[in-house]
């Protein structure tokens, strides 16, 4: 399967609640990161977190890192209709050279 | 968004054609790529350049011809391409390599008939 798996594939919450997605990889990197795309647009960088991190936030976001499971989760706290699009997770592998690889996404749908 | 754009937003080509797609990043960063996203998978690097040096070539088809003439510019030319090369085809940059977050451009959605 693919490095960088989110899971689940899609996920639709109340506004205000809030929302986890989980990303599983398979080989040793130098840092994870979360991205958002809104439909049919480009992506935006969220959250870089480095292999010697455990935890990282960014207004709304936390984002861990347990690199014994090769996983991470993305939460996303208080979330809004806003907060709807697909979120991916990058792996940097350590053999990857200049390569990021991405997952296939969770499509996370707010509904107000 | 603004930092990385891309022309045009939409192309529609027949498969005899030849287009260009051009990205440019006004970040001042050091490395460019293309992506290729097609519909139910994962995104799929296609080239990776830094400081205008091609360092990956993700055995992309020859009819995908990409173009750096400096580190604010880059070009992917189309020739002679297949329906199954619809896709949203987005530009990123990032301030160099390896280990940096990527600012993507809004992508160009390609339709070949």
């Known amino acids: 399967s693919q490095q960088g798996e989110e899971d689940p594939q899609a996920l639709s919450i109340q506004e205000g609640e809030n929302a986890t997605m989980n990303c599983s990889y398979k080989?040793?990197?130098?840092?994870l990161q979360w991205y958002r795309q809104n439909s049919g647009r480009g992506l935006v960088h969220l959250i870089l977190?480095?292999?010697?991190?455990r935890e990282k936030h960014s207004g709304r976001l936390r984002v861990t890192l347990d690199t014994s499971k090769k996983s991470s989760s993305l939460l996303i706290t208080a979330s809004r209709a806003a907060d709807t699009a697909s979120y991916f997770c990058?792996?940097?592998?350590?053999?990857?050279?200049?390569?990021?690889?991405f997952g296939e996404g969770t499509q996370l749908t707010v509904n107000p | 968004e603004t930092g990385v754009t891309q022309t045009p937003r939409h192309l529609v080509m027949g498969m005899t054609n030849k287009k260009s797609l051009k990205c440019e990043q006004h970040?001042?960063?050091?490395?460019m790529y293309w992506y290729k996203q097609s519909a139910k998978k994962p995104l799929e690097l296609m080239f990776v350049?830094?400081?205008?040096?091609?360092?990956e070539n993700n055995s992309v088809p020859s009819r995908f011809s990409p173009e750096c003439p400096n580190s604010s510019h880059l070009f992917l030319h189309l020739h002679t391409l297949q329906p199954e090369d619809s896709a949203l085809y987005l530009c990123?940059?990032?301030?160099?390599?390896?280990?940096?977050?990527?600012?993507f451009g809004p992508g160009t959605r390609l339709t070949v008939t």
């Open positions: 990123a940059s990032s301030p160099g390599l390896p280990n940096y977050e990527q600012y």
């Open positions: 080989t040793s990197i130098n840092n």
């Open positions: 977190i480095r292999s010697n991190e």
């Open positions: 990058a792996t940097d592998g350590r053999t990857s050279g200049s390569r990021l690889t």
């Open positions: 970040l001042g960063h050091n490395a």
């Open positions: 350049y830094s400081l205008e040096e091609r360092v």
